[in-house]
């Protein structure tokens, strides 16, 4: 197979993994036919098993009573406070593009490096965006002398950060929240992969500050299709959330699906337990073959090497898809695999990459 030299990254653009499309256009390939081992994602190649839910679902408009149930489940699943408020929405990405529109025009701090949709979201609605390499000391960094010249400042964190999966403490983000503004300033912190870790999360935190946690249920239950995620924050800014989503969100058979899914605890702690043994496999296998492992998560680990653009042809010529990252050309990202087959397969790949040097 030759890789089609014309498709090359373009730096002004935002790329994601998964759409395998684009991969067999790199290949030079018509379509995406045939067996792909697709790591390009963060998302559980082991997914929640998809229980027959009525076929009268995918007729109706979904219905208060499924909305409710899911939302009392995801409630559950996540310890969200009583005095806190939570929306569903269509995947987590729809939240990162719609909070951006429920506040003026401010100063924004976003932690990374990290998920790029988060600054293309702020920059695209106007804010100020500020790209910050850890957590800075307070939110607000302008000078104030009385209230009446108070500016909102935001703070965007991905925890655990995508790709090198670090994270930031409880007891540091409380920190951080006791030197900001009280009424003025806001901690927005994106979850996405804090289902392997959810003793670290910050929900608790969005029942007495200015905090709103982002929750994505695709990536830990392996389910993305289905666009389902949630926001957990103050009640105002989630009234104001709703707004902006309309009346269905969210399809029914997703509502019915998830509502199982967030209630069996038993698939989800052995699968917490599952992954843990995947990645440690993986570790050994991306050790053996001399590449460094910069962070990660259970689900994706992140390797730096100066081979990363290289490494991602040559897997790819092996229908192996990874994710690199235009702005870092040293890293490469790859899912956790979960079957012995698929294990294989990369290794494969790994040996004929070292052997080609």
Sequence with gaps: MNINPEKKPDYRQVFHGGDLSKAAE??????????????????????????????????????????????????DYYSVPSTAAIAVVGGSQMAIQLLPHLFTRTDVTIVGPTYSEHFASWNRAGHHVIRHDSLPPAISTVNRQ?????ISSICVLVNPNNPDGRLISHPELENFLSNSHPQNDWLIIDEAFMDLKPEWSAVDLTAESNSIVLKSFGKF????GLRLGFV?????????????????PVNGPALKISAIALGDRSWQDAMRKTLINC?????????????????????????ETDRAEKLFLHLLQHKIYTRRFNRFPTWLRLGVPHLAS??????????TFRNSR
Aim: proline letters at 7%; a negative charge.
């Design 279 to 303: 990645s440690h496999l993986l570790d050994r296998l991306l050790r053996d073959y001399d590449l460094n492992i910069a962070g990660g998560t259970n689900l994706f680990r992140l390797i």
């Design 342 to 351: 698929q294990f294989s397969r990369l290794e494969n790949g790994l040996s």
């Design 146 to 150: 009385d209230d009446s010249e108070l």
């Design 221 to 224: 239950f392996g389910l993305a």
């Design 232 to 248: 957990i924050g103050p009640p105002p800014i989630i009234n104001k959330l709703l707004s902006l989503t309309g009346p269905w």
């Design 26 to 75: 790199l290949l030079g390939e018509p379509t995406a036919e045939g067996d792909w081992l697709d790591l390009s994602t963060g998302i559980n190649l082991q997914a929640y098993p998809v229980p027959n839910i009525d076929q009268g679902l995918w007729q109706s408009l979904p219905d208060q009573h499924l909305l409710s149930k899911c939302l009392e489940q995801a409630r």
